[in-house]
Every structure is written in structure tokens, then in C-alpha cells.
């Protein structure tokens, strides 16, 4: 999604470029930017979080050359389902941190004055401590978010402690980290024509004679280094509570036997539908489809297809069960709602519940069914046709998304 115009805000780079040695025996060889966590890589975490941040136009992910196309696509796929509201590209990056930075200084649009650069390994970033690095730069050319020292820190050489700093002049620094971007470019041209060799950025803004303003920094913004910070990816989110909606309506006429939440009424009138016209059960599927955030059943079978005419809808609910899922979705009480003038529900009301909760594989006792006429009132009160609605509450876990589980999967 590249940019059309030259940009006001900064960019920001995400920087998930590298190859983790530290981390690399505990992840089975996964680069640590590439865990997933709540179902969604590192790095996408600590860029939704820059992009709330209203501070940036947008944003680059620098990304191991091996992985890039992977990753872009996987990107496409978590942007249509995650939309973070800002352009963005994906560059290569380079063997080391420094060369990385410099590969995505390149690919800036044109006319960007600010830059942003935060590691991917802190997910656990906040858009406030952007937006603190991004008011810093208009009184700054180079802005580090730090820390205070708590622990006394000691030079060891040999094992033997030679010198205690004091620690009321240290800092622990951060990303994200602001600059001047042309400085930043000169700076990093500089390092690379003297060999030298920085761990971030402001660093060879320092080197480059460049004072750099420290703001406060955050205790949560904690980087993902070692074997034990994997703990803090832990999936402790608890499962969510979602509602679903759903409606539908079928008109009588010549057309498909009279069937409702899966039970065939006899002496009922026609439905004229493409499917079977299980109304109760379309508005089900509906409902259950709302909880996933999936649409609707018209978008998943269309009733231009040949393949679902006159199909059971208990065959699509299946299928409907099984994409949500998929999503993490785990269905817990239904309560649905019948309105017509003609047949009356009445007689077969408890049939129709309890085969929609054997549908469902939930107890009886968490499905309703309410049955009602509209007293005359109508196209249902002059016995034209019938409506449905639907009402599902389940519960959505929080680190599952089939697109998220899935980044390559085909779009429908």
C-alpha cells in the first residue's frame, strides 16, 4: 500500500528483520518478531499499537529478505481483518540491525521528515509513548524514550568489579526511538564509511555530534530477549463474550414444503426459497455468522449458486459451524423468535428447540424458542409469509482468527 503523497506525520519502522540467536533454541528456530502471540505475529502487535497512536502516516515493515514475500502476504491478510488505517510496505533488511534501519530509511516516500523506529520484539508498545517521541521531535532532532536505573550498575573486567556508575545519570533506552530523517540518513552514512557499529540508532546520532532528548519511557515496554521474557507471550486472555443477530423472512407461494429450525410442519403453507427456506434456521446462521464478525449467509451461499438449491439448511448450518469454529467462536445460548399468522408454532414448538439445540450440541435449556402472530398487522398478519430472528451469545477466544491461523489461505 504505498504512499501518494509526501508525508506531514512520520513513518515509523517496524524493524523485524532479525535473526534472533539468542532466542533461536527456545523457538525451534522461529525468528522471535515471527511468534505468534494471541494468534498474531510480534511485529503486528507492536504496529497496531503505533498505528493508534495518531502520530504516523504510515508505516514500513523491514522484514529477513528470506521472509519477505511470506510476510507481505501475511500482512494483506492481517490488515483486511485488522485494518490499521495508515499505508504501509514491507522492505528487506540487512545483515545487521544498522544495515536493516538503513535498508528502510530508503524505502521513506519522498519528503518524509520525521522517522519513528521501534523494535518488533516489544509488542507489548503503547501509542501513547509514540505519540511522547513524536511531540518530541518538534522541539528535537533526535528523541529516545528511557528509563531510570534502579538496579547499581558495575564495569567488570576479568570478573572483578572495576568501577560502580552512578546510577542517577543512567537510563535504560526504548523504541520506538524519533529523528530527523535526513540527519538520520547522514548519520547512518557516516557509521557505515568508518565501520562503525551502533546497537540503535541514537547512538550514531550521538556519534554524528547530535544531542538527543530523552522522554520517559514505559515499564510495560518490555523487549522480548531471552528465553524467559517467552513467558510474558503466555496466552492468558480469557475468552470474550460476543452477540450475533440474526433475521430472515420467506414468503409463502408454491415452492418447498414448510420446514422450521429443521422440522418439516405438514399442513403448513409453501415457502418459496431457494434453499429449503428454514427461516429460523437462516436467521440462526446468521446470528452465529455475527458473532465471528463473517457476514452473512448470502455471502457464503449465495443463492445464484446452483450447488444450493434447495439444500437442507442443516447442511449449511454445519458448514456454518464449522467457520466459526475456525474463529474461536464457541456458541453458549440461543434465543430465537417466530412471528407468522399461519401454521401455529405452538404444537411443535418443543421439537423445534430440542432439534435445534441436537444442531448446536448445546442443552436444551440454552436454546428458546417464542412464537407470536402480529395480531393481523402486516404481511405476516394477512398470512403472506413468515419471519425469523435470532439472538446467539458465545464466547470468542480472543487468540484465534482463521485468517490469523491461517495467513495463506486463499480468499474465498
Not at 71 to 79: A, D, I, N, S, V
Given at each position: 500500500?504505498?504512499?501518494?503523497q509526501?508525508s506531514?506525520?512520520?513513518?515509523?519502522l517496524?524493524m523485524?528483520a532479525g535473526r534472533g540467536v539468542?532466542?533461536?533454541?527456545?523457538?525451534?528456530?522461529?525468528y522471535k518478531?515471527?511468534l505468534?502471540w494471541?494468534?498474531?505475529?510480534l511485529?503486528w502487535?507492536?504496529a497496531?499499537?503505533?498505528s493508534r497512536?495518531?502520530?504516523?502516516?504510515g508505516l514500513?515493515?523491514v522484514?529477513?529478505?528470506?521472509?519477505l514475500v511470506?510476510e507481505?502476504q501475511?500482512?494483506?491478510?492481517l490488515?483486511k481483518?485488522?485494518d490499521m488505517?495508515?499505508?504501509?510496505?514491507?522492505a528487506a533488511?540487512?545483515e545487521?540491525?544498522?544495515d536493516?534501519?538503513?535498508c528502510?530509511?530508503e524505502?521513506?516516500p519522498?519528503g518524509?521528515?520525521h522517522?519513528?523506529?521501534?523494535?518488533?520484539?516489544?509488542?507489548?508498545?503503547?501509542p501513547a509513548?509514540?505519540?511522547?517521541?513524536?511531540?518530541g521531535?518538534?522541539?528535537h532532532d533526535?528523541?529516545v524514550p528511557?528509563?531510570?536505573i534502579?538496579?547499581?550498575?558495575?564495569?567488570?573486567?576479568?570478573?572483578m568489579?572495576?568501577a560502580?556508575?552512578?546510577?542517577?545519570h543512567?537510563?535504560a533506552?526504548?523504541?520506538?526511538?524519533?529523528?530527523?530523517?535526513g540527519?538520520l540518513?547522514k548519520?547512518?552514512a557516516r557509521?557505515l564509511?568508518?565501520?562503525?557499529?551502533?546497537?540503535?540508532?541514537?547512538a550514531?546520532?550521538?556519534?554524528?555530534?547530535h544531542?538527543v532528548?530523552?522522554v520517559?519511557?514505559?515499564?510495560n515496554?518490555v523487549?522480548?530477549?531471552r528465553?524467559?521474557d517467552?513467558?510474558?507471550l503466555a496466552?492468558?486472555?480469557k475468552?470474550?463474550p460476543?452477540v450475533?443477530?440474526?433475521y430472515?423472512v420467506?414468503?409463502?407461494?408454491?415452492?418447498r414444503p414448510?420446514i422450521l429450525?429443521?422440522?418439516?410442519i405438514p399442513?403448513?403453507p409453501?415457502?418459496?426459497?431457494?434453499?429449503?427456506g428454514?427461516?429460523?434456521?437462516?436467521?440462526l446462521?446468521?446470528?452465529l455468522l455475527?458473532?465471528?464478525g463473517?457476514?452473512d449467509?448470502?455471502?457464503h451461499?449465495p443463492?445464484?449458486?446452483a450447488?444450493?438449491?434447495?439444500?437442507s439448511s442443516?447442511v449449511?448450518?454445519?458448514e456454518v459451524?464449522?467457520?466459526?469454529?475456525?474463529?474461536g467462536?464457541?456458541p453458549?445460548?440461543?434465543?430465537?423468535?417466530?412471528v407468522?399468522?399461519?401454521?401455529?408454532?405452538?404444537?411443535?414448538r418443543?421439537e423445534i428447540r430440542?432439534?435445534?439445540?441436537?444442531l448446536l450440541n448445546?442443552?436444551?435449556g440454552?436454546v428458546?424458542?417464542k412464537?407470536?402472530?402480529?395480531?393481523?398487522?402486516?404481511?405476516?398478519?394477512r398470512?403472506?409469509?413468515?419471519?425469523?430472528?435470532?439472538?446467539v451469545?458465545?464466547?470468542?477466544?480472543?487468540?484465534?482468527?482463521p485468517?490469523w491461523?491461517n495467513?495463506?489461505?486463499?480468499?474465498?
Amino acid at each position: 500500500m504505498p504512499a501518494t503523497q509526501h508525508s506531514k506525520k512520520p513513518w515509523a519502522l517496524i524493524m523485524a528483520a532479525g535473526r534472533g540467536v539468542r532466542l533461536s533454541a527456545a523457538t525451534g528456530g522461529t525468528y522471535k518478531q515471527l511468534l505468534l502471540w494471541r494468534g498474531r505475529p510480534l511485529y503486528w502487535h507492536s504496529a497496531l499499537a503505533m498505528s493508534r497512536s495518531a502520530a504516523l502516516d504510515g508505516l514500513i515493515f523491514v522484514f529477513p529478505p528470506e521472509c519477505l514475500v511470506e510476510e507481505e502476504q501475511r500482512l494483506r491478510k492481517l490488515h483486511k481483518n485488522d485494518d490499521m488505517g495508515l499505508p504501509w510496505i514491507v522492505a528487506a533488511g540487512g545483515e545487521r540491525r544498522q544495515d536493516s534501519v538503513r535498508c528502510g530509511l530508503e524505502a521513506l516516500p519522498p519528503g518524509t521528515r520525521h522517522v519513528l523506529i521501534h523494535d518488533a520484539a516489544r509488542p507489548f508498545v503503547g501509542p501513547a509513548l509514540a505519540r511522547s517521541v513524536r511531540d518530541g521531535l518538534d522541539r528535537h532532532d533526535a528523541v529516545v524514550p528511557g528509563l531510570p536505573i534502579t538496579d547499581t550498575v558495575k564495569t567488570v573486567e576479568n570478573s572483578m568489579i572495576r568501577a560502580t556508575l552512578p546510577r542517577e545519570h543512567l537510563v535504560a533506552v526504548q523504541t520506538p526511538q524519533g529523528f530527523e530523517a535526513g540527519l538520520l540518513r547522514k548519520a547512518h552514512a557516516r557509521a557505515l564509511e568508518c565501520g562503525l557499529t551502533a546497537t540503535d540508532d541514537a547512538a550514531l546520532m550521538e556519534a554524528a555530534g547530535h544531542d538527543v532528548l530523552v522522554v520517559p519511557g514505559d515499564p510495560n515496554n518490555v523487549k522480548i530477549t531471552r528465553a524467559e521474557d517467552l513467558a510474558l507471550l503466555a496466552d492468558d486472555a480469557k475468552p470474550r463474550p460476543c452477540v450475533g443477530m440474526g433475521y430472515d423472512v420467506h414468503r409463502y407461494g408454491n415452492g418447498r414444503p414448510f420446514i422450521l429450525g429443521g422440522v418439516r410442519i405438514p399442513g403448513a403453507p409453501e415457502v418459496v426459497a431457494h434453499s429449503d427456506g428454514d427461516a429460523l434456521l437462516h436467521a440462526l446462521m446468521d446470528a452465529l455468522l455475527g458473532c465471528a464478525g463473517l457476514g452473512d449467509i448470502g455471502q457464503h451461499f449465495p443463492d445464484s449458486d446452483a450447488r444450493f438449491e434447495n439444500i437442507s439448511s442443516a447442511v449449511l448450518l454445519s458448514e456454518v459451524l464449522t467457520l466459526i469454529r475456525r474463529a474461536g467462536i464457541r456458541p453458549t445460548h440461543v434465543d430465537m423468535n417466530i412471528v407468522a399468522q399461519k401454521p401455529r408454532i405452538s404444537p411443535w414448538r418443543e421439537e423445534i428447540r430440542n432439534n435445534v439445540a441436537r444442531l448446536l450440541n448445546l442443552p436444551a435449556g440454552c436454546v428458546n424458542l417464542k412464537a407470536g402472530t402480529e395480531e393481523g398487522l402486516g404481511f405476516t398478519g394477512r398470512g403472506e409469509g413468515i419471519k425469523a430472528g435470532a439472538i446467539v451469545c458465545a464466547f470468542a477466544e480472543t487468540s484465534r482468527h482463521p485468517d490469523w491461523e491461517n495467513p495463506d489461505r486463499e480468499e474465498a
